[in-house]
C-alpha cells in the first residue's frame, strides 16, 4: 500500500511569490496534518484538517492557508514568501481525528524542501 | 502552553551497545501521549514507540523502550544492541488529548544519534 505522498520533492522560490505544496493521505484517511521542519529543529504543527474542515491551526501567519479536497487530499499555500519559510513542509495522515486505544497514529510524507531566495 | 525539551543535541554509541536519549516536557494536563520519532537522513519520520500518559507501565518496542516518570515530567529512550541503521534524529514529541482531538504533535529539537561500528 502506498504510503503519504507529497509534491514536489523540491522547490525553489524568490521572496514575495507564492507556493502550493500537495498531499496524499493514505488511502481510507481521513485527517491531514501539516507540519513546518527548519533545518536542525523539530516540526512545528501548522494545520490539521478532518473531513475538509480546519480542526486545528498552530501560530502561523495568515500567509500560510490550506485546504482539503473531497478525496481527502490537501493542499498547503504560503504567500508573500520570506526568507525564513525555507523549510522542509511535512504532510501527515491518520484514520481519524479522535480515539483513545488504539492512538490515531499518524503517519508522515518524505517532505517537500522549500527555498526561497 | 506544552513544550518538549531535548538537552542532547548529539549522542554517540557503539555498535551492539546501549544509549539512552532524554526528554523533558512540560504540560498541565493529565491525559496525554508521548512519542519517540526517528528521522533518517530520507527525512522520512518514522513512530518509534509511544506511551500513553495513564499507562504506569513502561512502552518496549524490540530494542527500544522507555523510561516515563510522569511526576518528573521525563521521557527517556533506550535502545538496547544499537545497529547502524539506528543512526538518525530522534524526535521527542507530545500530544495532548484534550477534548478528544490528536494530531498536533508538539516536538523537541531532536537528537542526532551516531553509530560506530
Known amino acids: 500500500d502506498a504510503g503519504v505522498t507529497q509534491s514536489p520533492t523540491h522547490l525553489i522560490k524568490t521572496r514575495g511569490q507564492q507556493v502550493t505544496l500537495r498531499c496524499s493521505p493514505i488511502?481510507?484517511?481521513?485527517?491531514v496534518s501539516w507540519y513546518q521542519q527548519v533545518l536542525g529543529q523539530g516540526p512545528q504543527f501548522i494545520f490539521q484538517?478532518?473531513?475538509?474542515?480546519?480542526?486545528g491551526r498552530g501560530n502561523f501567519p495568515d500567509r500560510f492557508s490550506a485546504r482539503q479536497f473531497p478525496n481527502y487530499s490537501s493542499e498547503l499555500n504560503v504567500n508573500a514568501l520570506l526568507l525564513g519559510d525555507s523549510a522542509l513542509y511535512l504532510c501527515?495522515?491518520?484514520?481519524?481525528?479522535?480515539?483513545?486505544?488504539?492512538?490515531?497514529?499518524?503517519?508522515f510524507g518524505p517532505g517537500t524542501r522549500l527555498t526561497v531566495l | 502552553a506544552q513544550t518538549v525539551t531535548q538537552s542532547q543535541p548529539e549522542m554517540s554509541v557503539q555498535e551492539a551497545e546501549t544509549v539512552t536519549l532524554s526528554c523533558t516536557y512540560d504540560?498541565?494536563?493529565?491525559?496525554?501521549?508521548l512519542f519517540w520519532y526517528k528521522q533518517p537522513p530520507s527525512r522520512q519520520m518514522i513512530l518509534v514507540i509511544r506511551?500513553?500518559?495513564?499507562?504506569?507501565q513502561n512502552a518496549t518496542e524490540n530494542r527500544f523502550s522507555v523510561n516515563f516518570q510522569k511526576a518528573a515530567k521525563s521521557f527517556s529512550l533506550k535502545i538496547s544492541d544499537s545497529q547502524l541503521g539506528d543512526a538518525a534524529m530522534y524526535f521527542c514529541?507530545?500530544?495532548?488529548?484534550?477534548?478528544?482531538?490528536?494530531?498536533?504533535?508538539?516536538f523537541g529539537k531532536g537528537t542526532k544519534l551516531s553509530v560506530k561500528p
Open positions: 501527515a495522515s491518520s484514520l481519524r481525528l479522535t480515539g483513545s486505544d488504539p492512538y490515531n497514529e499518524q503517519f
Open positions: 488511502s481510507g484517511h481521513k485527517s
Open positions: 484538517y478532518y473531513e475538509k474542515e480546519e480542526r
Open positions: 504540560t498541565s494536563e493529565s491525559d496525554y501521549y
Open positions: 506511551q500513553e500518559a495513564y499507562k504506569q
Open positions: 514529541a507530545y500530544d495532548m488529548n484534550y477534548g478528544g482531538s490528536q494530531g498536533n504533535l508538539i
